[in-house]
């Protein structure tokens, strides 16, 4: 159905109805798609004809300049900010662990990839990831979120850079630009009388028997909340003279293989467990799925229960007061470091620190474990190093 100009509207058999404008260029007869009708009428239709044969006066051929729109949308999207942030995290997985990956990328899909996912990286001033994006999370007090976001957002610009998709990194230029964050120690109980009385608090949970064994190990190994949920019973040995964990790399905040020595109050705990989760491949499975481990909120939930407050007691302020306490007792700091499997700057002592100070390490565990036994019996005298009071 023939409109005027070489618009025309092309019915199928199945009454489908397109905008159509045949046109020569060249000498060669060509076709345009101008839209679907009802979606484009008959005077959009005509605009978009007028459009094109502008262009066909100016010597340019309208098919060729949509296919040149077309692939450079598709370049444009291919180098937005969150295709090459989302390139990042692909390549970040392996480096990993599981739920870091996940909350890396929860920071990108809640506080950047809505007002900057789409902007070509190349084209992302200070300004507007300042304005865009960082001010956004300051003025919602998340100060320490806005500082990570920050950071991972130079990751993100760097890798750019280096596969040749940016010319340079923002963020540098936002230093003093945000407020500061002051970083907030994990909550921790030091006081000897109370950690007694923490410690028979947790003795009592009546929730799973697999959480009150978690509760009860906590304190006993030193290990951040994620390596104890996702310990496995393939990694622990529990019989012979030097009974023992080995966390492997993958698990480990740092990706190098740690000794955990075992006290015998942590192996009596693994050895009740052993019975009722040992047949799988996590000491502490989850819930609904032994395939997979328990909650990393799992241990924090059970304080809770027992009504301890976070203010009071996280998880990860088992490692405080275990780092608190042995220092305050005179235990060489670099054995409480090492067993804290906090990172070694030194790249030379990073390769031997796997079994460094492993005789001292496990005489200390074996002392700490002894000392948390007499807290929960009401006795605060310091535990002995060595034979002499530390």
């Given at each position: 159905?023939?409109?005027?100009?070489?618009?025309?509207?092309?019915?199928?058999?199945?009454?489908?109805?397109?905008?159509?404008?045949?046109?020569?260029?060249?000498?060669?007869?060509?076709?345009?798609?101008?839209?679907?009708?009802?979606?484009?009428?008959?005077?959009?239709?005509?605009?978009?004809?007028?459009?094109?044969?502008?262009?066909?006066?100016?010597?340019?051929?309208?098919?060729?300049?949509?296919?040149?729109?077309?692939?450079?949308?598709?370049?444009?999207?291919?180098?937005?900010?969150?295709?090459?942030?989302?390139?990042?995290?692909?390549?970040?997985?392996?480096?990993?662990?599981?739920?870091?990956?996940?909350?890396?990328?929860?920071?990108?899909?809640?506080?950047?990839?809505?007002?900057?996912?789409?902007?070509?990286?190349?084209?992302?001033?200070?300004?507007?990831?300042?304005?865009?994006?960082?001010?956004?999370?300051?003025?919602?007090?998340?100060?320490?979120?806005?500082?990570?976001?920050?950071?991972?957002?130079?990751?993100?610009?760097r890798y750019a850079i280096a596969t040749g998709r940016a010319e340079r990194d923002p963020t540098p230029d936002l230093r003093g630009a945000l407020q500061t964050h002051t970083p907030r120690n994990h909550s921790a109980v030091t006081d000897p009388v109370k950690i007694g009385e923490l410690l028979r608090a947790m003795d009592g949970y009546l929730g799973s028997f697999a959480t009150r064994c978690a509760l009860r190990l906590t304190p006993l190994?030193?290990?951040?909340?994620?390596?104890?949920?996702?310990?496995?019973?393939?990694?622990?040995?529990?019989?012979?003279?030097?009974?023992?964990?080995?966390?492997?790399?993958?698990?480990?905040?740092?990706?190098?293989?740690?000794?955990?020595?075992?006290?015998?109050?942590?192996?009596?705990?693994?050895?009740?467990?052993?019975?009722?989760?040992?047949?799988?491949?996590?000491?502490?499975?989850?819930?609904?799925?032994?395939?997979?481990?328990?909650?990393?909120?799992?241990?924090?939930?059970?304080?809770?229960?027992?009504?301890?407050?976070?203010?009071?007691?996280?998880?990860?302020?088992?490692?405080?007061?275990?780092?608190?306490?042995?220092?305050?007792?005179?235990?060489?700091?670099?054995?409480?470091?090492?067993?804290?499997?906090?990172?070694?700057?030194?790249?030379?002592?990073?390769?031997?620190?796997?079994?460094?100070?492993l005789p001292e390490r496990r005489n200390m565990m074996q002392a700490w474990a002894d000392y948390l036994d007499g807290l929960r019996n009401g006795n605060v005298v310091p535990i002995r190093q060595g034979g002499r009071r530390?």
């Open positions: 159905m023939f409109d005027s100009g070489g618009l025309y509207l092309e019915v199928s058999p199945a009454g489908r109805k397109w905008w159509r404008l045949k046109y020569r260029q060249a000498g060669k007869e060509k076709r345009l798609s101008l839209g679907v009708y009802p979606d484009t009428g008959l005077a959009d239709a005509r605009e978009k004809r007028d459009a094109a044969r502008k262009l066909l006066a100016a010597g340019v051929d309208p098919s060729e300049q949509r296919k040149a729109q077309k692939a450079a949308g598709a370049e444009r999207a291919a180098n937005s900010f969150e295709a090459i942030a989302r390139e990042w995290l692909q390549k970040q997985s392996s480096k990993l662990a599981p739920v870091t990956h996940t909350k890396a990328t929860a920071l990108f899909e809640t506080w950047a990839f809505p007002w900057i996912g789409g902007r070509p990286i190349a084209e992302i001033t200070p300004r507007i990831l300042l304005e865009s994006v960082l001010r956004r999370v300051e003025s919602s007090g998340k100060l320490e979120t806005v500082h990570r976001l920050k950071q991972k957002c130079g990751q993100v610009f190994v030193f290990v951040r909340p994620g390596e104890l949920r996702r310990a496995e019973w393939t990694d622990i040995t529990l019989d012979g003279e030097h009974p023992q964990w080995i966390v492997p790399a993958a698990t480990m905040k740092m990706k190098e293989p740690h000794i955990v020595p075992l006290s015998t109050q942590a192996v009596a705990i693994l050895r009740e467990l052993r019975p009722q989760t040992g047949g799988g491949q996590y000491v502490f499975p989850g819930v609904h799925s032994r395939a997979r481990p328990m909650s990393e909120n799992t241990v924090n939930v059970a304080l809770r229960r027992l009504g301890f407050t976070g203010s009071e007691i996280v998880a990860h302020g088992f490692r405080s007061m275990a780092s608190t306490l042995l220092n305050e007792q005179g235990w060489p700091p670099d054995v409480i470091e090492r067993q804290l499997a906090h990172a070694e700057r030194n790249e030379v002592r990073r390769a031997y620190n796997r079994a460094k100070y530390a």
